[in-house]
């Protein structure tokens, strides 16, 4: 069994990343620049948002992070995207999910400007990744694409069950399972709540995606030998022990599931951290297009 290291892959991935910037510097250009929007004090968002600002100190790109109070009107929110459209020196941005309840989230995901949309969530975006046109791929399907190519893990002719069809994982990582090309030309069988004999199912995958959020759903009596796992789980449980008051789970009974997986990705320290990496990328990408 081999573990698909998300820290290690994201450590390279940004490696890469500083060395490109370090050239636009020599060049005196301008790096990077990724302005992350939150909304509220939701306490996961909280840490997530954070970790991408450090991750964008690390690489060496401009950050800002704009914090929006829990009240923050839609037509608030609106006008700082507007901002944040309008100004030049932003190369990308994104807008923290979830958003509070008196904010339309198609709304204000449809206000970014697509150039600059390096979550990949603005619906020409996901419509030209569908399509296999130049677009910003999601960044945690274009983490696991990365973990699958970076270890050489065999997609073409393999049966991939994604679990979740979420517009952020399931739904995307479906699409760019079965396209052409490395970490594609898979055959895709998308699950969800209303799947029958869901085991029958995952039972016959070669690959498996599971994106639901529900801490350790996948056990092994549900996997064959030699299952490929892809966990992007990541559920605060509570537990008295740790000194946070909670531990962090993923979808897959790991210790159970392992046991029977050629390759298997762990939480944390798995697609986690290949999301910020690949959000990176996608900045530089921004910036690239704009000069190229
Ligand atoms: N909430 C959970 N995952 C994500 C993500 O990848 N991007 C944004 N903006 N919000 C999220």
Do not use: W
């Not at 869901?198 to 299952?227: C, H, N, R, W, Y």
Request: overall charge negative.
């Amino acid at each position: 069994m081999i573990i698909l290291d998300g820290n290690k892959t994201s450590s390279e991935i940004k490696d890469e990343i500083a060395i490109d910037v370090n050239k636009m510097k020599e060049h005196g250009e301008k790096v990077p620049h990724l302005a992350a929007v939150l909304v509220g004090d939701d306490g996961a968002s909280l840490t997530y948002v954070g970790s991408k600002v450090r991750a964008c100190e690390r690489v060496g790109f401009k950050s800002t992070l704009v914090q929006m109070s829990t009240t923050t009107t839609e037509d608030e929110l609106l006008q700082k995207i507007n901002e944040l459209n309008e100004n030049d020196d932003i190369d990308g941005f994104i807008v923290q999910l979830p958003l509070p309840e008196q904010i339309d989230e198609q709304k204000v995901l449809m206000a970014v400007d697509p150039s600059k949309d390096v979550d990949g969530f603005h619906p020409e975006n996901f419509g030209k990744m569908a399509l296999e046109m130049e677009s910003f791929i999601p960044a945690t399907p274009f983490g696991i694409l990365q973990l699958l190519e970076r270890y050489q893990v065999k997609t073409k002719g393999k049966h991939t069950v994604v679990i979740g069809r979420s517009h952020i994982v399931g739904r995307p990582m479906s699409i760019l399972m079965s396209q052409k090309g490395n970490a594609g030309n898979s055959t895709v069988t998308l699950t969800h709540s209303y799947t029958k004999n869901l085991s029958e199912i995952t039972k016959q995958a070669d690959i498996i995606i599971v994106a639901l959020g529900i801490p350790e759903f996948l056990k092994a009596d549900m996997v064959k030998e030699g299952v490929v796992i892809i966990d992007v789980g990541i559920s605060r449980v509570p537990d008295e022990t740790h000194s946070r008051g909670y531990i962090i789970k993923g979808d897959v009974d790991f210790e159970s599931v392992s046991k029977k997986a050629s390759f298997i990705t762990p939480v944390p320290g798995g697609v986690g951290p290949m999301t910020i990496a690949m959000l990176l990328k996608n900045t530089l990408i921004a910036r690239q297009r704009k000069t190229s």
